[in-house]
């Protein structure tokens, strides 16, 4: 329960259908001030689950895991900027130190299964198929977060419940605010919890300087053709598709191409430049069998991507990916997750 309403929500649900509800909160890291409230992070937020739980009568845990939350998740997604990706935290957070750490709760706890406020579903299979539990899309197409949880354990499938899965953000405002919620009108979280600004450059600065160390280097901002057209402060926060903060006057819009972390280079062109037709995918997660031939599916690039048409072609712990119609800004780093309609395939991250 970070604090918001849709896992306050997700609880108050389960109560009402007359479950035996533990609520549980992760702090994962230090934010302070106003501006940090609502992003699951804060002390605020912290004391809102608590006052979720005090209005439906259950118990509430508060489990420290910043060491984790650092280490599996904020100290790589360093590394990944320093190294020219646009990393995915959500997945990392997600998978492993959230559903990880909750996972390991629920013998400590003698509990059945793990709910979460997360907007997906769980579906026990199709006529004809073995009945084995899927992982589908969310109902609502602007709050899907099955993006976030194509890793997951397919064991783990059985055993997991998200009382939203079929709801719309309206429908659940409403149903929290029929059940009397305290942050039933909390607004939603937005950008990353721990980068809540978006200042990404600015954060791992503040980050390595606290450990004593140096974040990126100054280097060269180039065309298409290697011409050097300015400087940059740093490749770290530096995306594929990004236009704004790029620094370079011009006839056109320049957006960024490529971030070339050998060279410390950023290699910006025209919009039509950012599109490719193929691509490849490491860390190969698959909820079932994995596929042993090439196949026909849909694949998402980013959270909020409509997912495109695709031949998908596993290969080892990889697989690659050729689109119907190629697609705008792939980044290097993001999560590639794999779709059959509305059921989640598998995913992994793009190279």
Not at 21 to 34: F, I, S
Not at 289 to 313: K, Q
Not at 336 to 346: H, K, L, P
Request: proline share 6%.
């Amino acid at each position: 329960m970070s604090g918001g309403v849709d896992s306050s929500l997700a609880a108050a649900l389960l109560v009402e259908q007359g479950f035996d509800v533990v609520g549980v909160t992760l702090h994962l890291w230090d934010a302070r001030g106003e501006s940090q409230v609502g992003r699951c992070c804060a002390p605020e937020d912290r004391d809102d689950a608590r006052k979720s739980c005090e209005h439906l009568g259950i118990p509430h845990y508060v489990l420290d895991e910043r060491d984790a939350f650092r280490k599996q998740v904020v100290e790589p997604y360093i590394d990944a900027n320093l190294g020219g990706l646009t990393p995915s935290p959500c997945v990392g957070c997600n998978q492993q130190v959230k559903l990880g750490r909750l996972w390991g709760l629920l013998g400590e706890l003698d509990a059945q299964a793990l709910a979460t406020g997360h907007y997906c579903r769980i579906v026990h299979g199709e006529p004809g198929t073995d009945g084995a539990p899927q992982l589908w899309r969310g109902r609502d197409r602007a709050k899907d977060q099955s993006y976030f949880l194509y890793g997951v354990d397919p064991a783990q499938l059985g055993r997991l419940r998200f009382p939203l899965g079929e709801l719309d953000k309206g429908q659940s405002r409403e149903e929290a605010r029929r059940l009397g919620l305290p942050n039933w009108d909390k607004p939603d979280s937005q950008e990353l919890c721990f980068v809540p600004d978006g200042d990404v450059r600015g954060f791992i600065g503040r980050q390595r300087a606290a450990a004593g160390t140096t974040a990126g280097t100054e280097g060269p901002v180039l065309d298409e053709a290697g011409n050097e057209l300015g400087k940059h402060a740093g490749i770290e926060g530096f995306t594929i598709g990004q236009r704004r903060g790029v620094g370079i006057a011009g006839s056109e819009p320049r957006y960024v191409l490529r971030v070339v972390p050998e060279e410390h280079a950023v290699v910006v062109g025209p919009a039509s430049s950012l599109l490719r037709a193929s691509f490849r995918a490491d860390g190969a997660r698959w909820i079932g069998t994995a596929p042993a031939e090439r196949f026909e599916a849909s694949v998402r690039i980013r959270h909020r991507h409509v997912p495109a048409r695709a031949w998908i072609a596993p290969a080892g712990d990889a697989f690659e990916v050729e689109l119907h119609a190629p697609e705008r800004a792939v980044a290097p780093g993001h999560a590639a997750v794999i779709y059959r309609g509305d059921e989640v395939v598998g995913g992994g991250f793009i190279v």
